[in-house]
């Protein structure tokens, strides 16, 4: 059984990061691509970036591109999303998901994505 778990959400003024980690189990880990995805209150979950299976290929969201980093590490099973200069728009539910196949580059469509965590809360104060 796959499981995802995201960690490292919080609330942050507006200007400053954070990391946001997701710790993966149940499918080996360093054959996929991975994602983040954020929704806020009201609006359509919306791609933020993704990593390939490799970490040889990312992906940005034009809104967080230039201020955020998809990173990961296979050793132990983690995708990590940094995002710097944050902004009161940020403000949504972080997830992350795994690719549905393997050996991918990582894409922006949530319907590529089968497994999903439960999200972690980012709340950026202006």
């Known amino acids: 059984q796959v499981q995802l778990v995201e960690s490292g959400g919080g609330l942050v003024q507006a200007g400053g990061s954070l990391r946001l980690s997701c710790a993966a189990s149940?499918?080996?880990?360093?054959?996929?691509?991975m994602a983040w995805f954020r929704q806020a209150p009201g609006k359509e979950r919306e791609f933020v970036a993704a990593i390939s299976w490799s970490g040889g290929t990312v992906n940005y969201a034009d809104s967080v591109k230039g201020r955020c980093t998809v990173s990961r590490d296979n050793a132990k099973n983690t995708v990590y999303l940094r995002i710097n200069s944050l902004k009161p728009e940020d403000s949504a539910v972080y997830y992350c998901?795994?690719?549905?196949?393997?050996?991918?580059?990582?894409?922006?469509?949530?319907?590529?994505?089968?497994?999903w965590g439960q999200g972690t809360q980012v709340t950026v104060s202006s």
């Open positions: 998901a795994v690719q549905r196949l393997p050996r991918s580059t990582g894409t922006s469509r949530s319907d590529d994505y089968d497994y």
């Open positions: 149940g499918r080996t880990f360093s054959q996929y691509a």
